[in-house]
């Protein structure tokens, strides 16, 4: 287990601000400090340097920081493997997901309460942003498990097939689109498109299959482009354009008659899930525990 001054250290380095880590950890900031000073005593160097406030890390501290986070790492380990031999039916561990916004709106939710209900004794907490901004988190040790769109060809990173599903073209049921049902891809030039915002794992899909018929996204028609699939889908009934979204995420409204599905001729949009993990990391613990679970599931239901 991590000593309290190793804890502090960690939530400066992570926020490069003695007062933000005072706030998470309910202590006072001089008591911040005052582990900070403890800790570079101890290791006879300083950890951090302060200009003008602000906080940066010396070459020491990066060195500490890399090292606290593998000692995390076993840490929960740890705590999981010694912690699940108590009682072999019960789980017992920390589960930090991170997913990218669709996966976490409309896919993972009925995972994580089956898992829930199963494991009761498991703390899980999930981070919701888009895939990009996942992969980040990942790497910088905020979650220890990553959901997103796309597998990941960072060096330091493991990925793990999940699922696939259907990205589709849809419009209001109010918008003059309706007349036809089917565009050919010439056509859609033309059209006017509302599309997702840059590090969007539905972008990066939308222009994937695009560029296998020579079109690029700057070819397009684009009218609006907006953070989050909820702000994509709201506009899209509202408005009159085209979107593309993924399938989970406008059944209802397509059931009900709001928005309505349109086919571009020879164009298929398919998103491919995966599990991402660091390297070393992988399959370990909780993690591994999780990722078959999710797999069950979905199998399941397929």
């Keep these: 287990m991590l000593s309290f001054n190793h804890l502090v250290f960690i939530e400066v380095a992570k926020h490069l601000s003695f007062t933000k880590a005072a ?21 006879q160097t300083s950890l ?3 200009k003008k406030g602000l906080v940066s890390l010396t070459e020491a501290g990066m060195i500490l920081q890399q090292h606290l986070f593998v000692a995390s790492s076993i840490g929960k380990q740890i705590e999981f493997e010694i912690g699940s031999t108590h009682i072999k039916q019960t789980l017992k561990g920390e589960l ?16 994580l309460s089956a898992f829930r209900k199963e494991n009761t004794e498991v703390k899980m ?47 209001s049921a109010e918008s003059y689109l309706t007349k036809k049902r089917k565009y050919t891809l010439t056509e859609l030039k033309n059209i006017p498109i509302s599309l997702r915002e840059r590090g969007s794992g539905t972008l990066a899909a939308v222009i994937m299959a695009l560029a296998a018929h020579d ?25 009159d354009s085209l979107g593309f979204l993924p399938l989970k995420a406008v059944a209802k ?16 949009i398919d998103r491919h899930f995966y599990f991402i993990q660091r390297i070393g990391e992988e399959n370990s613990g909780i993690n591994k525990i999780f990722i078959k679970f999710a797999k069950n599931h979905y199998n399941f239901l397929l």
């Design 48 to 50: 951090f340097e302060r």
């Design 215 to 239: 079109i690029k996204i700057s070819d397009l028609n684009i009218c609006m482009r907006l953070g989050g699939t909820e702000a994509l889908k709201n506009f899209i009934l509202a408005d």
């Design 125 to 171: 907490s999930l981070v919701n942003r888009n895939s990009e901004n996942i992969m980040q988190a990942l790497i910088l040790h905020e979650i220890d498990l990553a959901i997103i769109e796309g597998k990941d060809k960072m060096a330091d990173v493991n990925s793990q097939y999940f699922l696939t599903e259907k990205v589709i073209a849809v419009c």
């Design 96 to 111: 930090k997901l991170g997913a990218s916004t669709t996966i976490a709106l409309y896919i993972i939710p009925a995972v």
């Design 253 to 268: 409204e397509i059931e009900r008659g709001d928005l309505v599905q349109l086919e571009i001729e020879d164009l298929n």
């Design 23 to 43: 706030q998470i950890l309910f202590i006072s900031q001089p008591a911040i400090s005052k582990h900070i000073h403890n800790l570079e005593e101890h290791y």
